[in-house]
């Protein structure tokens, strides 16, 4: 059996959607899977052995250009039994219609009757988690999911390791903290720069060396975090936001003692590679999408406007993220690193 997935559009989602490639590897284990996806999640896609191969999709998120689909679904037609459908916009299942894959399965969304006919009614009471939304479509309608749920595991090749950490000049003679500030989402999802650079400070003084991850527009934020810490210090933390490619970030967050990062897409790739975990959560849930390893530790405050779920702050205050101490992530990461961790 060949299935097509229609992958998502962010980072994190795309490796939670492992777990569905899990679940079909185990009901049907001969079956090859590819993956119709932006350009950028190829890094992610090569790292799971279930994916026989991603094939890039060219347009940008919301777009429609409805020749492009059409074209990109008849070049595929022919080549599979099975679609499944991820995303839950209308434009999503047309290269699957197009292709005339005889299975079409996904979420009620944006009226795709016609263009799906295999289509799901969700109730989100019976799978709160994303990752239970994503492995029922494995399955037939109202079927149980196997319990314990799987992970996802990113495979790394020490040689690309190598390369990456032979590119900017790193070595492993001291335990590194890696530090993911950033958030696609928006303000409300990211802990204070202060806060990060407490965090640092206090493993640099164990000597630790510290590592920032994040994408170019992260860059700033990583620049303010050691601008913060004293002379001595600073030089002990890299800013490789914007400086690496999401293979090499990857590359170098598996070499990670440990991981400080907001809920962002980079906080499921340190899940994925099973790096120790403080997870930092402000107007978002771990109910909904949970770092999925064994060690982590999430920290949150609660308070009574979060979760909210909106990318900036209607009060204005960002109270969940300020008020949330350093102390609470370093006491955290100070349980989490007594565990052995093996790179």
């Not at 109730?123 to 479509?137: G, H, N, S, T, V």
């Not at 510290?210 to 004293?230: A, M, N, Q």
């Not at 009060?315 to 300020?322: I, P």
């Amino acid at each position: 059996m060949n299935i097509l997935i229609i992958g998502p559009s962010w980072v994190g989602d795309m490796v939670m959607a492992q777990t569905l490639f899990q679940c079909l590897k185990a009901r049907h284990p001969d079956c090859a899977i590819d993956v119709l996806a932006p350009e950028w999640s190829r890094p992610i896609l090569e790292r799971m052995p279930e994916v026989r191969e991603a094939l890039s999709f060219p347009l940008g998120h919301g777009v429609l250009e409805l020749a492009t689909r059409r074209r990109i679904g008849k070049s595929l037609a022919g080549r599979y039994d099975h679609a499944i459908l991820l995303p839950n916009s209308l434009k999503s299942a047309l290269v699957p219609f197009f292709a005339g894959i005889p299975v079409r399965t996904g979420w009620k969304g944006e009226m795709r009757y016609g263009l799906l006919n295999d289509v799901r009614t969700l109730d989100k009471a019976r799978y709160p988690l994303m990752i239970e939304r994503f492995m029922a479509l494995a399955y037939a309608p109202g079927a149980e999911l196997p319990q314990p749920y799987p992970r996802p595991s990113l495979r790394i090749d020490p040689a690309s390791r190598d390369a990456a950490l032979a590119s900017f000049g790193l070595v492993l003679d001291r335990p590194v903290l890696a530090l993911c500030p950033g958030a696609e989402f928006g303000e409300s999802k990211r802990w204070p720069s202060e806060h990060y650079a407490r965090v640092a400070e206090h493993k640099i003084r164990e000597g630790w060396q510290v590592w920032l991850f994040g994408s170019k527009k992260d860059h700033p934020v990583g620049e303010d975090i050691r601008s913060r810490l004293i002379p001595g210090l600073r030089e002990e933390v890299v800013n490789l936001s914007g400086e690496t490619s999401l293979a090499q970030a990857i590359d170098l967050l598996s070499c990670a003692a440990s991981v400080v990062s907001n809920d962002s897409g980079l906080m499921h790739v340190a899940a994925a590679l099973n790096r120790p975990l403080v997870a930092v959560y402000g107007s978002t849930s771990p109910q909904f999408t949970p770092p999925l390893a064994e060690q982590v530790e999430i920290v949150r405050l609660g308070i009574e406007c979060s979760p909210c779920f909106d990318r900036t702050c209607r009060f204005g205050h960002y109270n969940c993220l300020v008020q949330l101490e350093p102390r609470v992530a370093n006491e955290a990461l100070d349980r989490l690193v007594a565990r052995p961790v093996e790179v």
